[in-house]
């Protein structure tokens, strides 16, 4: 599939809403970070050496012996994506957004399920990624693993024997592994019991971001948690320690889920329905209010207090809802006011045939 229909699509595989607790857990993430020998890190690089960067995955893609691993990728230049199509790549969560910057040098590749992605030259020369729904990261590791290893059979990799994989930021040194899940945690937040929880993270080696990683928002009760230390441990026991923490977080949502309904179930009961009769007949909805519904709705249907609503519909309205994908669909930019009233038609048209 062309990268040009995944920018046209808003549905991801991540937002399937399948796999081990995925009432909490919307998705799992691997990358990893990989430089190639010889070559400055990126930021130090002139375009024939970025040109260089390229050139080289375009061999290691086209190689035979590796194609089985490495499956149906397309590599496009970032340049030929218009600034809407690079954001929606954002939303998605296939790339960055500090990959956003300076497209000309940029390139991305996509598999065509858009499980995997690989942005180049962006704070690395390689950045590898393998994103699935649910909680899922030993399987998102093994892919990563697989096409990690299928690359290496053309390229050369910066590494030391002692440090590990050299990167352009020290605090990726050694496996060069981020991996992550995005947690929905809303009972948390309301029983005012999040901030103790993620405090704790960090004793643990784990950081928290928001909705689209380092400096954004905890949009819609969403968080990211992933590793901090990279050097002087193996994957495994990177993606280990992650999986035991998120399943501690999992089952603090969860009775805290128990709590809030016990305390008040008239008051959780109140907030879901307000939230999805404001989904479902608003005719002006901001971006903020309409991820504060969708959380409120999801957390609804977890509960079992909504039925017939699929939660991979709220995964994949995250994305449908953003200014970049409503002005895809509408043709042309729009002005704030005009993408909140087109937001509340869109949404109202999704949830037309949902119970009243």
């Not at 019991?193 to 960090?202: I, K, S």
């Not at 948690?225 to 999992?250: A, F, K, M, Y």
Request: hydrophobic share 40%; glycine share 6%; charged share 25%.
């Amino acid at each position: 599939m062309a990268i040009k229909e995944i920018v046209n699509r808003s549905h991801s595989h991540w937002m399937d809403a399948e796999g081990a607790d995925s009432d909490i857990v919307i998705s799992s993430r691997v990358r990893v970070a990989r430089n190639l020998a010889g070559i400055p890190f990126p930021h130090l690089l002139n375009k024939e050496k970025s040109n260089e960067v390229i050139h080289a995955l375009r061999l290691a893609l086209k190689n035979q012996e590796a194609a089985d691993v490495l499956g149906n990728l397309e590599l496009c230049e970032l340049s030929e994506l218009t600034p809407l199509e690079r954001q929606i790549l954002v939303d998605k969560h296939l790339i960055s957004p500090d990959f956003l910057n300076k497209p000309e040098a940029r390139t991305v590749v996509l598999r065509d399920d858009e499980v995997v992605s690989i942005m180049v030259n962006e704070e690395d020369h390689l950045r590898i990624q393998c994103l699935l729904p649910g909680l899922a990261l030993m399987e998102a590791w093994n892919i990563i693993d697989k096409i990690d290893d299928g690359l290496e059979k053309t390229l050369d990799y910066a590494f030391c024997e002692k440090l590990g994989y050299l990167t352009s930021c020290p605090t990726n040194v050694g496996t060069g592994m981020r991996a992550s899940v995005m947690l929905h945690l809303p009972a948390l937040k309301l029983t005012k019991q999040l901030y103790g929880v993620l405090n704790a993270l960090g004793k643990l080696g784990l950081t928290v971001r928001g909705l689209y990683g380092e400096g954004t928002e905890a949009l819609g009760d969403l968080y990211q948690i992933s590793n901090q230390i990279t050097l002087g441990q193996s994957e495994e026991d990177i993606t280990n320690n992650l999986i035991s923490s998120t399943r501690q977080i999992i089952a603090q949502e969860r009775a805290a889920r128990q709590v809030l309904y016990q305390k008040g179930a008239q008051a959780v009961e109140d907030r879901v329905y307000r939230a999805y009769g404001t989904l479902k007949y608003a005719r002006i909805l901001t971006s903020e209010e309409a991820m504060r519904h969708i959380s409120d709705l999801r957390l609804g249907v977890a509960m079992k207090i909504i039925p017939g609503i699929r939660v991979s519909l709220l995964n994949e309205l995250m994305v449908k809802i953003r200014p970049a994908f409503l002005s895809k669909i509408f043709g042309r930019e729009m002005t704030p006011p005009e993408r909140d009233v087109y937001r509340a038609g869109l949404v109202r048209k999704e949830f037309a045939g949902l119970p009243c």
